[in-house]
């Protein structure tokens, strides 16, 4: 293969690779979920995360979320994942609880963000509010 064809392919392939980053640090921050029976764990349906992070789901109470406390979560590589399992490690009452999604900025790929200190792991904010979705519950 002579000089200018390796580049030309060198070239090609760059792009492509560059494209598919810029996608997934660009990509629109947001969950989609779907009402759900609840036993030990949730399906977040969809997750557009523009850097890695996490999933959490928390309780509601009086219509809101506990916060900084969290009943759940999982780690989501940036760009769209699909069905999404978290599993719970706590209670909850009534017929919803919430998904929101978190960054990754302290220690990579171990969640920090709760009732021990909330420095690391922050919400992802969109227009000046939390990226959230309620998960109905079915009984």
Do not use: C, R
């Amino acid at each position: 293969m002579n000089t200018k064809k390796k580049f030309a392919v060198s070239l090609a392939a760059l792009a492509v690779t560059t494209g598919a980053a810029f996608a997934a640090a660009h990509a629109p921050n947001g969950l989609e979920t779907q009402k759900q029976e609840l036993s030990h764990a949730v399906v977040v349906k969809s997750v557009t995360a523009a850097a890695d992070g996490w999933v959490v789901i928390h309780a509601m109470k009086d219509g809101k979320p506990v916060v900084p406390a969290s009943i759940g979560h999982t780690y989501v590589k940036a760009g769209t994942t699909e069905n999404v399992y978290v599993p719970l490690t706590g209670p909850y009452e009534g017929d919803k609880v919430i998904a929101m999604l978190h960054v990754d900025d302290g220690k990579m790929g171990v969640y920090e963000f709760g009732i021990s200190g909330v420095a690391n792991d922050k919400p992802v904010i969109v227009d000046g509010k939390p990226v959230v979705k309620p998960i109905a519950i079915e009984e």
